[in-house]
């Protein structure tokens, strides 16, 4: 079996066609929050951060790679295994960035609690966190491409 690299063009034709695998997978979730939102009697913005918002934010991007590197394989003549050390760099970059958010989280809800509603600690953790993880993609810019890349 003889192994070909892709063009640039190639590729983001399979990463266009990653995403449909991913819209399934955000139905499912949608699907979900509407049902417990529906038969819960209330849901609080933490609550549907934690139960929804942390699930998807792990299950789309997963759902994105894992494709793409099925398909990569498969259009590119190579074996599953090939693409893996690319996958789990992207996973674990995502991973990283859902690790940070909770961190932020659990410091900023136990730490201004007392002085902040939950709507206005969520909105703080977010800001802070989009901060922070924009300082770093800035800052480790050779080693998150590394990750990303596979070449790690």
Not at 61 to 79: G, H, N
């Amino acid at each position: 079996m003889k192994t070909t690299e892709l063009s640039p063009d190639e590729e983001r034709h399979l990463l266009n066609l990653s995403v449909i695998p991913a819209l399934i997978v955000t139905y499912i979730l949608l699907a979900a929050f509407v049902y417990f939102g529906r038969n819960q009697s209330s849901l609080s913005p933490l609550h549907i951060l934690i139960y929804f918002g942390i699930p998807f934010a792990i299950a789309m991007p997963t759902t994105i790679f894992l494709s793409f590197e099925v398909l990569y394989s498969r259009k590119a003549r190579q074996p599953i295994n090939r693409g893996a050390r690319r996958l789990l760099g992207r996973i674990s970059l995502t991973l990283l960035a859902i690790s940070l958010l909770g961190a932020i989280l659990s410091i900023t809800y136990f730490a201004l609690a007392p002085w902040f509603d939950e709507n206005n600690l969520l909105l703080l953790t977010g800001v802070l966190w989009f901060a922070i993880w924009i300082f770093l993609m800035f800052h480790f810019k050779e080693a998150f491409n590394k990750l990303s890349s596979g070449k790690w």
